[in-house]
Structure formats: structure tokens, C-alpha cells
């Protein structure tokens, strides 16, 4: 009995430790099984954060690229030229749209402006003898008709004072006609003798007028035609023949223009139809088609020691033009269509190259170099360098190029245009 309740705990104690160690052989794959599936799934989590750093690179690179973009577009524009809000309105600043239009040929060359035929009068000495101003006269001084300039005077030379002379053969004449003329009526003397004795007083008066009637000290020297003096030929006391020329009185009304064509051009000179100039002094350009402008004519051949052919234009002068001057000349020939000019104000010049400034924006500008061909003194052709509808700089050139050289950048531009 006591045999078999041993035999009986032992099997119990048996079965129950093997109980216990199934127990932990479970507890211990659960959690093997449990870490198995915590580590599954911590992997995934891990290849979620992998996706998301990728996408944060894809983004960090995306920002990084869209600043490149935006830093390639503003280096686009480093040398675009800025101008201060109101500077433009300040500076007078305009600009003119590129179009095609009408362009005449031209033949540049060089000439002279000369008062027209008719508008300018010579004033000659009456006598011979030495020459004394009436005022102190000078070139441009302007003189009424019939004024006198000077006096000429021989009385210190030859047989002395012509005028002197004059006067008193005109009044000793002057008094034997009116003597006769009382005789006559008394017929105490012949007919023969009256018509003598008038005849020799007329002749007395005209050369007492021809050398200055009122003059003692000498004879008047009167221009015609009031005016501007151009030329004065003589100096006070310089003596002179009678009918040397001392002044030249200009009218300045109609004028001419006289063009020296060079030879190789002589074949398009049937083509000029008018023609600009520039003047030394004002650098104004001068168009012939707004002063009434006529072509006179044009040389059929040149001088013998000439290399140039002459064309003649008459014109009015409208802007006070100083007979005498030289100037460039612009011959306009055929008129030739679609062609691009541009002011002569608009272009600048570097070191034999030739630039525009192109409005962008509002306060926006850019340097643009252009090809130029033929120039009329007002336009020039340009070659290359713009396109139709271009907005080119004209007025305020100059403040444009200054800021241009100091390199002023847009401030807090945005190019989203």
C-alpha cells in the first residue's frame, strides 16, 4: 500500500513538470513567434521611413532645382539696365516702336549755303580814294535800305577830294542855270545858251550824286537793299579804285544750297530729288522738303580741276542760316520701301561698334548692338540688331548709358512675365 502512493507522487510530479515544461516551450515560441512578427513589422515601418526619405530627397531636389531655374533666370538678366521709379518722367525719357517704313538713298557729301541770285547785293566804291567806316560795322550787323556804310575819300591823294571836286562844279552849274533861266524869260539870251547852260547843271548834279551829294569829306558808299552785311572786303583806310567792292549785303530770304558730289556718284544725280544738311555751329539738321526746297540743277560735268560735280537746291531761310557756311549734305534719291531706321538720337557709339537701348518693362532696359547702314543726317538704316515692335530708347539716351556703365541691377523685380 504505502508502495503504490509512492509510485503514484512520482507519476504525479512527472506529469506535472512535464506539464511546466510545455508551458514554457509555448510561452517561449509565443514570444519567439510575437519578437518574429514585432520585427516584421518594425521592418516595414522601416522601409515606410525609407519611402519618405526618398520623397523628402525628391523634394529637396525638386526646391534645389526650381532655385537653379530661378537663379538661371535672373543671370539672364544681369545685364539688364534699371531706372528709379519716376526717373523716367524726370529725364523726359521716350522711346520709339520699331516698324518698316519708307528710306531714300543717299549720297553724303559736303557744301556750302550762299545767298540766292537776287537776294544779295554788292556795295562798290563811287571813287577812288581811301576808305573810312561811316559805323563800326560787322559781319552780321544788320542795315537798312539805302543806308550808307561808308565814305570814300580822295583828299589827301592825286588831285585831291573827288567829291570835293564834285560839289563844287554841281554848284557853280546849279547857279549858272538858274542865272540862265531868268535871261531866258527876258530873252536876253538864245535858246542855244539856255539848253547849254541846263545841260551842264544836270551833268554836274548826277556826278555830285554819284559820289555822294551832302558828303564834303568824301562819297558815300550806299547799299540798295537793307539786309545783313555777309562779306566786308576792305579795312578803314585802305584805298580802293572806284567800283572795288567793299561789302556784300544779304536779304536772307532765299538761300542756296550748293552740293560738291564726287564723280563716282554722277550716274544717280537724275535721281536726287531733294536733300538735309547740317550746319557747323548748331549741328541742327536742316530739311529742304520743310523750307520750300528746289532743285535748281545739277552739273553736267566737272571742271577741269574739279573732282566734283555741282548740285544747286533753292531754298527759304526759315531759321536765320548764316550765308557762307559750310555743311554736310544728305542727297535724297530714290525712296525704297519695308526698310528699319531708327533716329540718329537712338544710336550710340563704342569703340566702332554701334548700340540701341531696348525698353523691357516699365523701368527696364537692355544694351542691344545693331548693324547700321545709310544715314539721311535725321535717320539711319538699321541693318540687324531689332525686330518690328522693339520700344527703342530715343529721348534719354544719355541717363540710360550712365546707368548701363554703372551697372545698376533691378531691386526687388519680379519676372514673372
Known amino acids: 500500500m504505502k508502495k503504490q502512493a509512492i509510485l503514484l507522487l512520482t507519476i504525479g510530479a512527472y506529469l506535472l513538470a512535464s506539464c511546466a515544461n510545455n508551458t514554457h516551450q509555448h510561452d517561449h515560441d509565443h514570444a519567439h513567434e510575437h519578437n518574429h512578427e514585432t520585427h516584421q513589422h518594425a521592418t516595414h515601418d522601416h522601409s515606410h521611413e525609407g519611402h519618405d526619405h526618398s520623397s523628402h530627397e525628391h523634394n529637396h531636389n525638386h526646391d534645389h532645382s526650381s532655385a537653379e531655374a530661378a537663379t538661371a533666370h535672373n543671370h539672364d538678366h544681369e545685364d539688364g539696365i534699371s531706372l528709379k521709379p519716376g526717373e523716367i518722367e524726370t529725364i523726359g525719357l521716350t522711346t520709339e516702336t520699331v516698324a518698316p ?40 550787323a544788320a542795315v537798312a535800305t539805302d543806308a550808307t556804310l561808308f565814305t570814300i575819300s580822295s583828299r589827301n591823294v592825286g588831285s585831291g577830294d573827288v567829291a570835293e571836286r564834285a560839289r563844287v562844279s554841281y554848284e557853280t552849274a546849279k547857279a549858272a542855270y538858274e542865272r540862265a533861266q531868268k535871261l531866258i524869260g527876258d530873252q536876253i539870251i538864245s535858246e542855244r545858251d539856255f539848253e547849254a547852260a541846263r545841260e551842264t547843271y544836270e551833268q554836274a548834279r548826277l556826278a555830285y550824286e554819284a559820289v555822294g551829294s551832302g558828303k564834303v569829306a568824301g562819297s558815300a558808299a550806299r547799299t540798295t537793299k537793307g539786309g545783313y552785311i555777309t562779306s566786308l572786303w576792305v579795312k578803314e583806310g585802305d584805298y580802293v579804285e572806284a567800283g572795288a567792292p567793299l561789302a556784300t549785303v544779304a536779304q536772307n530770304k532765299r538761300m542756296q ?14 535721281t536726287i530729288a531733294s ?19 528746289q532743285l535748281l540743277s545739277y552739273g553736267r560735268n566737272a571742271g577741269e580741276t574739279s573732282y566734283f560735280v555741282p548740285v544747286t537746291f533753292n531754298f527759304d531761310n526759315r531759321a536765320a542760316i548764316v550765308p557762307g557756311s559750310s555743311v554736310d549734305v544728305y542727297l535724297l534719291g530714290k525712296t525704297r520701301n519695308n526698310v528699319i531706321s531708327l533716329p540718329m538720337e537712338s544710336i550710340t557709339e563704342e569703340q566702332g561698334l554701334y548700340f540701341v537701348y531696348r525698353r523691357l518693362c516699365e523701368n527696364d532696359f537692355e544694351k542691344v548692338e ?7 543726317g535725321s535717320r539711319i538704316e538699321i541693318l540687324s540688331g531689332v525686330n518690328p515692335g522693339d520700344k527703342i530708347v530715343v529721348n534719354g539716351v544719355y541717363r540710360v548709358k550712365l546707368a548701363a556703365n554703372s551697372n545698376v541691377l533691378p531691386e526687388a523685380h519680379n519676372h514673372n512675365h
Open 101 to 140: 517704313g519708307t528710306f531714300s538713298s543717299v549720297i553724303k557729301c559736303t557744301g556750302h549755303v550762299v545767298g540766292a541770285t537776287g537776294d544779295v547785293v554788292t556795295v562798290v566804291a563811287p571813287q577812288a580814294g581811301t576808305v573810312h567806316y561811316e559805323k563800326s560795322w560787322a559781319e552780321g
Open 257 to 270: 544750297l550748293r552740293a560738291d558730289v564726287p564723280q563716282r556718284y554722277y550716274n544717280e544725280l537724275p
Open 370 to 376: 545693331v548693324k547700321t547702314g545709310l544715314s539721311d
Open 275 to 293: 536733300a538735309n544738311f547740317i550746319t557747323p555751329y548748331d549741328n541742327t539738321v536742316y530739311k529742304l522738303s520743310d523750307m520750300n526746297g
